[in-house]
């Protein structure tokens, strides 16, 4: 009391004490002697306007009792447990106190607990009690709670009657539950019940007034305190089996297509840190670490940095992929979308006898190739175009990937950039996929119900066209192009050889593909496929400037 009367610089009454939010930037010296920059978020008890105290929290060294302390005010306060956490949180210091105010305390405890004091400070000191202020009205509990004995029968069942154990007849070894059992049971734990026509009316102890506030709690404290093995079991009825929707079957149809290529599932953690690469990101309000501050916008940080662990460990091969959400904000709304993201560095070697070549690590090509046995597996044709534009990716090496007309995701190697980032110095290929996009066009009918087709009773015929275009053509494109203009004679197109150098210009590439034609129930002629022949290199002439390599 001394302390505080030099704080406020005069004879402290209680109106001085208040309750405020500090101010951003505020420094409080706690009774720890650490001195604590507070932000407008931290509750603080105050004497004359000046801080004395986190509230629920910490005391502070300028008011603190002391050996040669005569006089004391002694306080009993109730803190919002929000505000407490928030406070312990932003200052980084949890105490006993605070622990005790985060689980919530009823507001009826406060009397006790200072008249509780006072007299154990009565007992070991000789003291004078001068006067006594309550700032505020106690809140009572609320309404008492009504309890009905036909919802606890309905919930709770049969009991197991003792007396009946030995019958031979199962049934009648269980009763209902009694007026008495019940009433001692909640007379256990510190309630009181007041008879109604249907049940009770219970009034919680102050003890329990955070965790029993509903009927359905006391229904629960009545099954612990009897014993939940004393209770008959009975499953609903009818139990009819449940079963997964075609959108489930096909995720779990992934997974096991991805396996069945040589990659790995993981799972890694929705909560990331706020130092995520290229990203904006999303933090949340309640972070436990920095570590885990932010919802994650992307699967490809944490996929390169196991990549890199795993290289670390002299694990060279790491195959890798994950179905999991992502998110990011649209209009100030915060989007979650679901999506499959991988990782392919080196290649599968059993052993090291199978290094055959010193470049054993996958191409492009190669890579490309293993989600190519996924989507073949699930029906799907998907189509590549030049990615260039993308800065975690290699220009030149990546593509955006296309289905039924739509861009769905990526796929291409490291950009060298982010691999020096890294710390990487081998090839690295990273994937992304929007699941929806794929679970929607892998249950198309045609292609979730298998149906038989005849097998072709006519032979096919085969032409090469070898074509001189620009190289930077996309030869898928120009594949997708002759299959358009030649329906429906074309039934496949394999592009067989691609040469550039010798007598070409340096601009230019030659480009073999070989077109196989065949009807569907008649024979082909020469008179049937020259007309559509000619017309695919007229077409490919006018569309792509297209000549026939002599």
Same mark, same amino acid.
Request: proline share 3%; aromatic share 8%; with cysteine.
């Given at each position: 009391?001394?302390?505080?009367?030099?704080?406020?610089?005069?004879?402290?009454?209680?109106?001085?004490?208040?309750?405020?939010?500090?101010?951003?930037?505020?420094? /409080?010296?706690?009774?720890?002697?650490?001195?604590?920059?507070?932000?407008?978020?931290?509750?603080?008890?105050?004497?004359?306007?000046?801080?004395?105290?986190?509230?629920?929290?910490?005391?502070?060294?300028?008011?603190?009792?002391?050996?040669?302390?005569?006089?004391?005010?002694?306080?009993?306060?109730? /803190?919002?447990?929000?505000?407490?956490?928030?406070?312990?949180?932003?200052?980084?210091?949890?105490?006993?106190? !605070?622990?005790?105010?985060?689980?919530?305390?009823?507001?009826?405890?406060?009397?006790?607990?200072?008249?509780?004091?006072?007299?154990?400070?009565?007992?070991?000191?000789?003291?004078?009690?001068?006067?006594?202020?309550?700032?505020?009205?106690?809140?009572?509990?609320?309404?008492?709670?009504?309890?009905?004995?036909?919802?606890? $029968?309905?919930?709770?069942?049969?009991?197991?009657?003792?007396?009946?154990?030995?019958?031979?007849?199962?049934?009648?070894?269980?009763?209902?539950?009694?007026? !008495?059992?019940?009433?001692?049971?909640?007379?256990?734990?510190?309630?009181?019940?007041?008879?109604? $026509?249907?049940?009770?009316?219970?009034?919680?102890?102050?003890?329990?007034?955070?965790?029993?506030?509903?009927?359905?709690?006391?229904?629960?404290?009545?099954?612990?305190?009897? +014993?939940?093995?004393?209770?008959?079991?009975?499953?609903?009825?009818?139990?009819?089996?449940? +079963?997964?929707?075609?959108?489930?079957?096909?995720?779990?149809?992934?997974?096991?297509?991805?396996?069945?290529?040589?990659?790995?599932?993981?799972?890694?953690? !929705?909560?990331?840190?706020?130092?995520?690469?290229?990203?904006?990101?999303? $933090?949340?309000?309640?972070?436990?670490?920095?570590?885990?501050?932010?919802?994650?916008?992307?699967?490809?940080?944490?996929?390169?940095?196991?990549?890199?662990?795993?290289?670390?460990?002299?694990?060279?091969?790491?195959?890798?992929?994950?179905?999991?959400?992502?998110?990011?904000?649209?209009?100030?709304?915060?989007?979650?979308?679901?999506?499959?993201?991988?990782?392919?560095?080196?290649?599968?070697?059993?052993?090291?006898?199978?290094?055959?070549?010193?470049?054993?690590?996958?191409?492009?090509?190669?890579?490309?190739?293993?989600?190519?046995?996924?989507?073949?597996?699930? $029906?799907?044709?998907?189509?590549?175009?030049?990615?260039?534009?993308?800065?975690?990716?290699?220009?030149?090496?990546?593509?955006?990937?296309?289905?039924?007309?739509?861009?769905?995701?990526?796929?291409?190697?490291?950009?060298?950039?982010?691999?020096?980032?890294?710390?990487?110095?081998?090839?690295?290929?990273?994937?992304?996929?929007?699941?929806?996009?794929?679970?929607?066009?892998?249950?198309?009918?045609?292609?979730?119900?298998?149906?038989?087709?005849?097998?072709?009773?006519?032979?096919?015929?085969?032409?090469?066209?070898?074509?001189?275009?620009?190289?930077?053509?996309?030869?898928?494109?120009?594949?997708?192009?002759?299959?358009?203009?030649?329906?429906?004679?074309?039934?496949?197109?394999?592009?067989?050889?691609?040469?550039?150098?010798?007598?070409?210009?340096?601009?230019?590439?030659?480009?073999?593909?070989?077109?196989?034609?065949?009807?569907?129930?008649?024979?082909?002629?020469?008179?049937?496929?020259?007309?559509?022949?000619?017309?695919?290199?007229?077409?490919?002439?006018?569309?792509?400037?297209?000549?026939?390599?002599?």
């Amino acid at each position: 009391a001394d302390l505080l009367d030099e704080i406020a610089n005069k004879k402290v009454s209680a109106n001085d004490f208040g309750i405020r939010k500090s101010k951003q930037g505020e420094k /409080f010296e706690g009774v720890d002697g650490k001195i604590y920059n507070l932000s407008n978020k931290v509750s603080i008890i105050t004497c004359n306007d000046k801080p004395i105290a986190i509230a629920g929290v910490l005391g502070s060294s300028n008011s603190s009792v002391r050996k040669t302390t005569t006089r004391i005010w002694l306080e009993a306060a109730l /803190f919002s447990p929000k505000a407490v956490r928030v406070s312990s949180r932003e200052i980084g210091k949890r105490t006993d106190s !605070s622990s005790r105010y985060e689980k919530g305390i009823s507001s009826e405890m406060t009397l006790f607990s200072a008249n509780r004091a006072i007299d154990l400070l009565k007992e070991n000191f000789n003291c004078n009690i001068l006067q006594r202020y309550i700032s505020r009205k106690i809140e009572s509990n609320g309404n008492p709670i009504n309890l009905e004995k036909n919802k606890i $029968k309905k919930i709770l069942g049969k009991i197991l009657d003792k007396n009946k154990i030995n019958a031979k007849d199962e049934k009648s070894t269980y009763r209902d539950i009694s007026d !008495s059992e019940i009433q001692e049971s909640l007379s256990l734990i510190g309630c009181k019940l007041s008879k109604t $026509k249907t049940g009770w009316l219970v009034n919680s102890p102050p003890n329990r007034v955070s965790d029993l506030k509903r009927d359905i709690d006391l229904i629960e404290e009545i099954a612990r305190l009897i +014993g939940y093995d004393n209770f008959n079991s009975n499953l609903p009825a009818p139990l009819v089996p449940g +079963g997964l929707n075609p959108y489930q079957k096909a995720e779990r149809r992934i997974r096991h297509y991805f396996c069945s290529s040589g990659f790995h599932e993981i799972t890694t953690f !929705s909560l990331v840190s706020d130092k995520n690469l290229l990203d904006t990101t999303i $933090k949340i309000k309640n972070p436990l670490l920095s570590e885990t501050s932010c919802l994650r916008t992307n699967l490809w940080d944490e996929h390169i940095k196991i990549c890199k662990r795993n290289y670390a460990s002299g694990q060279e091969n790491c195959w890798l992929f994950e179905i999991g959400n992502v998110y990011y904000l649209s209009n100030e709304e915060i989007i979650e979308t679901g999506i499959i993201g991988g990782a392919i560095l080196g290649s599968r070697l059993i052993g090291k006898w199978q290094d055959t070549d010193k470049n054993k690590n996958l191409d492009y090509y190669e890579a490309r190739g293993l989600l190519t046995s996924v989507f073949s597996a699930l $029906k799907l044709n998907v189509e590549d175009k030049e990615l260039n534009d993308n800065q975690l990716l290699h220009p030149g090496k990546s593509s955006t990937l296309f289905i039924e007309g739509k861009q769905f995701g990526f796929f291409g190697q490291l950009h060298p950039n982010k691999a020096e980032y890294y710390g990487i110095k081998e090839k690295l290929f990273l994937f992304e996929l929007k699941l929806n996009q794929i679970l929607s066009a892998s249950t198309r009918r045609n292609k979730w119900i298998t149906t038989f087709k005849d097998y072709p009773t006519v032979p096919s015929m085969e032409r090469d066209i070898c074509i001189v275009v620009d190289n930077s053509i996309n030869t898928l494109s120009i594949k997708n192009f002759i299959s358009k203009v030649g329906r429906p004679l074309v039934e496949n197109i394999e592009l067989i050889d691609r040469f550039e150098g010798g007598n070409l210009s340096s601009k230019k590439v030659s480009l073999t593909y070989r077109i196989i034609y065949r009807k569907k129930k008649d024979t082909l002629t020469e008179s049937d496929i020259l007309p559509v022949h000619e017309n695919i290199l007229k077409k490919l002439k006018s569309s792509y400037s297209a000549e026939l390599r002599t």
